[in-house]
């Protein structure tokens, strides 16, 4: 577990595109190194905000698209092709627009897939695919609620307290949609990379108890740590709690 690295933007906008170049030579230096890069999605207004200025970068002609698995650190429990699923919106923001390899796109089963609405049973198989993988994550991304939650994370629900399986059905989340699906904080801190992502005003509570908060039952951001590096990736407006040294 490494401990969080501040990264403080401008504003939303400079975040998402300072990210995306960052994610672009991410991904290229473990296709170099590896042959073949894996990264974890996540949702949400700054997930999505990400996947779009990639798709608007130039530089993501550098990315060998074909060699790169893209797994989904949660998803919201609903029709495939509904629009609030984290999987539909990630396709308009960038995934139609570049040459993924459809067998190396991991999503995350849909209510009306072969599990039907038992999201426990679509959570094992998820968890059944994540473990046919054999490396670890090179960077996990999780847009952080207002509430510190990560993924489908959400403080005081059983789900964060996870200790052995890899992917969890969550019922009864504060947010909509209630049932979910999520990768586990086992899971997600087996990755080399954990980036956090906190912009808005509305995070600045968020960011602020992801670096300092202990216990993650009440802030899962402050449990989601990478093996090699730990990234908070906040702006300004999401800086305003954060103790002095620590905003620079
Ligand atoms: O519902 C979700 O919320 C979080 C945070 O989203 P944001 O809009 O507050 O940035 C997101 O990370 C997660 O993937 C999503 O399902």
């Not at 808005?200 to 039952?217: E, I, N, Y």
Request: glycine residues 8%; proline residues 8%.
């Amino acid at each position: 577990m490494t401990a969080p690295r501040l990264l403080v933007h401008r504003d939303q906008r400079l975040m998402a595109e300072a990210t995306a170049a960052r994610l672009i030579t991410t991904i290229q230096d473990a296709q170099a190194t590896r042959g073949s890069a894996s990264v974890v999605l996540t949702g949400g207004r700054n997930g999505n905000g990400l996947l779009a200025a990639l798709a608007a970068a130039p530089a993501r002609e550098a990315v060998d698209w074909s060699r790169l698995d893209l797994w989904w650190g949660d998803e919201r429990f609903l029709p495939a092709g509904d629009p609030d699923r984290n999987h539909t919106q990630a396709g308009q923001a960038l995934l139609d627009a570049v040459p993924v390899e459809p067998g190396r796109v991991h999503v995350m089963p849909a209510s009306d897939g072969p599990y039907g609405e038992d999201a426990e049973a679509a959570a094992e198989a998820y968890a059944a695919e994540l473990a046919g993988a054999t490396d670890p994550f090179d960077v996990v991304l999780l847009g952080v609620g207002p509430d510190g939650h990560v993924a489908s994370l959400f403080p005081g629900l059983p789900g964060v307290s996870e200790r052995s399986a890899t992917v969890v059905a969550v019922r009864e989340a504060p947010k909509p949609p209630p049932t979910r699906l999520s990768l586990t904080l086992p899971a997600i801190n087996a990755a080399r990379q954990v980036w956090l992502l906190a912009a808005g005003a509305d995070k600045a509570k968020a960011a602020a108890a992801a670096l300092a908060a202990t216990d993650p039952v009440e802030t899962p951001a402050a449990g989601a740590r990478g093996t090699d590096r730990t990234l908070l990736l906040v702006d300004q407006a999401a800086a305003v709690e954060l103790p002095p040294a620590a905003a620079g």
